[in-house]
């Protein structure tokens, strides 16, 4: 079966919102879009995320499960975008869904107006309602894949919405996970010449993030180190 959407969804240890943020997000897109899919990448989770998911599918057509490994946000990410069936494709996270961003992305990707569209939570319009030290952390890791990857563009992590015969190659080029596979992804599809387009978002978390900022810091560096000698200093 094939759909006009796919959202895909990495999830780790949700349970407390995983259940009415999906039946949020479904009755939200069931409004704009006739036939769409929504993904859920689940690997790790102890909480019963999962088990939620499995009772709500059991009456909810949109709704696909996968479970991939262990924790690891790129890999379940990488391989919900692989699974993914729609002419479009939306990256969401379960703290978010944000289908205002949803509805925006898809009228500028079905007036051809760009095949890849970001939700920055930098750029000039946006609201970031996220603690300041977040804030500061997403501005920093900016700055360093400008510095260090010729990154052109305010942000790479969080929501996006591209077109999957576009971006499908490069997908399957990435080579980073964790955290670093979505700018990997940003980042080459920059350089592959695919049309990009960033649109303002306001972020307001339903939650903390699940992995505590500063526990986060060494693997990302780590990994920031990987991509460039994977992606080489700058096109
Ligand atoms: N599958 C999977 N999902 C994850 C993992 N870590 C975070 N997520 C999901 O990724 C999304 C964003 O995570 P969050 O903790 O809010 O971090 P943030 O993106 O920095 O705000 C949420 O849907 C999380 O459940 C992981 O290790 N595996
Ligand atoms: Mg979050």
């Known amino acids: 079966m094939t759909v006009?959407?796919?959202i895909v969804i990495p999830i780790y240890n949700e349970a407390a919102i995983?259940?009415?943020a999906l039946v949020d997000l479904i009755d939200q897109t069931r409004r704009h879009c006739d036939t769409f899919e929504v993904i859920?990448?689940?690997n790790g989770c102890v909480d019963g995320s999962v088990r939620l998911v499995q009772e709500l599918q059991s009456r909810t057509p949109e709704l696909r499960l996968l479970e991939v490994g262990e924790a690891n946000?790129?890999?379940?990410?990488?391989?919900g975008l692989l699974a993914a069936t729609g002419t479009w494709v939306i990256c969401e996270e379960i703290d978010l869904c944000d289908s205002d961003f949803h509805v925006e992305a898809l009228s500028v990707l079905r007036a051809g107006q760009a095949q890849f569209v970001i939700g920055s939570k930098r750029m000039t319009g946006a609201a970031d309602e996220r603690p300041l030290v977040r804030q500061v952390a997403t501005q920093v890791m900016s700055g360093l894949l400008r510095l260090s990857?010729?990154?052109?563009?305010?942000?790479?992590?969080g929501l996006k919405a591209f077109s999957r015969e576009a971006v499908l190659p490069v997908v399957r080029a990435c080579q980073v996970e964790r955290d670093l596979?979505?700018?990997?992804?940003?980042i080459r599809a920059q350089r592959a010449g695919i049309a990009m387009r960033e649109i303002p978002v306001r972020v307001l978390e339903k939650r903390p993030p699940s992995v505590h900022l500063f526990r986060r810091v060494p693997r990302v560096l780590r990994d920031l180190g990987r991509l460039?000698?994977?992606?080489?200093?700058?096109a």
């Not at 990857?149 to 992590?157: A, K, P, S, Y």
């Not at 596979?181 to 940003?186: G, N, P, T």
């Not at 460039?228 to 700058?234: A, E, F, K, T």
């Open 4 to 6: 006009a959407l796919s």
């Open 18 to 20: 995983v259940r009415s």
């Open 40 to 42: 859920i990448a689940a």
């Open 181 to 186: 596979f979505a700018s990997e992804l940003v």
């Open 73 to 79: 946000y790129g890999r379940a990410l990488r391989e």
């Open 149 to 157: 990857l010729g990154f052109d563009g305010t942000d790479t992590h």
């Open 228 to 234: 460039v000698r994977v992606l080489g200093p700058r």
